[in-house]
Nanobody, 127 residues
């Protein structure tokens, strides 16, 4: 099992930047598939970015070119660098993790199939 704790959320004006962190503990973090998700009030849960055990990444179209997912295995921490933020990026952001299935991390992709989730960190972008 792995425990996840997000941090780094806050309020920022449109065009600004934030970096979210997700500290992992409890298992071999580097061998897990991981992702960032978000949910805004009244909207569906949305996959934002994912990273596999080799460091390959994928992004939702809505954040491509603005957000970057990365991880530091030595620090057991997942990051989401968010630049050029827009009001529509306002949401609760969650990190998620799970062990790779036989098909690889792409099986999770940007879906909500992960078993381990953090409590979330709020991001608010004002216009």
């Amino acid at each position: 099992q792995v425990q996840l704790v997000e941090s780094g959320g806050g309020s920022v004006q449109a065009g600004g930047s934030l970096r979210l962190s997700c500290a992992a503990s409890g298992d071999t973090y580097s061998s897990y598939c991981m992702g960032w998700f978000r949910q805004a009030p009244g909207k569906e849960h949305e996959g934002v970015a994912a990273i596999d055990i080799y460091g390959s990444t994928s992004y939702a179209d809505s954040v491509k070119g603005r957000f970057t997912i990365s991880k530091d295995n030595a620090k057991n921490t997942l990051y989401l660098q968010m630049n050029s933020l827009k009001p529509e990026d306002t949401a609760m952001y969650y990190c998620a993790a799970d062990q790779p299935p036989p098909y690889g991390c792409s099986w999770y992709g940007l879906s909500a199939k992960y078993n381990y989730w953090g409590q979330g960190t709020q991001v608010t972008v004002s216009s």
